[in-house]
């Protein structure tokens, strides 16, 4: 199992990046996938997740409409796509393969990737 994630960055509070999550060495389109969130500091932080088919999103509370998750099976890729970002945004992004349930961190069966530095700042 692979999970490479890319597109993080410095932005300026108000902007907007989209992160990707490229995977290989299993079935992605028959696992649920999610990203989670470490700011330095403090521990791992579930953000969002969406089922095998994308037909199902999940998100924290503290997303409040701002960010979206989304998956393309034909290119077994991840993405999220975040507006509106603030400065207690920045953290590591990771993607991470669901294993059981639907969303949270124990939702998770271990697999992570090696995380994306996103960093919002003026």
């Known amino acids: 199992v692979q999970l490479v994630e890319s597109g993080g960055g410095m932005v300026q509070p108000g902007g907007s990046l989209r992160l990707s999550c490229a995977a290989s060495g299993f079935t992605f389109n028959t696992y649920g996938m999610s990203w989670v969130r470490q700011a330095p500091g403090k521990g791992p932080e579930w953000v969002s997740s969406?089922?095998?088919?994308?037909?199902?999103?999940y998100y924290a509370d503290f997303v409040e409409g701002r960010f979206t998750i989304s998956r393309e099976n034909t290119k077994n890729t991840l993405y999220l796509q975040m507006n509106s970002l603030k400065p207690e945004d920045t953290a590591l992004y990771y993607c991470?393969?669901?294993?059981?349930?639907?969303?949270?961190?124990?939702?998770?069966?271990?697999?992570w990737g090696q995380g994306t530095q996103v960093t919002v700042s003026s």
């Open positions: 991470a393969r669901v294993g059981t349930g639907d969303y949270g961190l124990e939702s998770l069966d271990g697999y």
């Open positions: 969406i089922n095998a088919g994308g037909g199902s999103t």
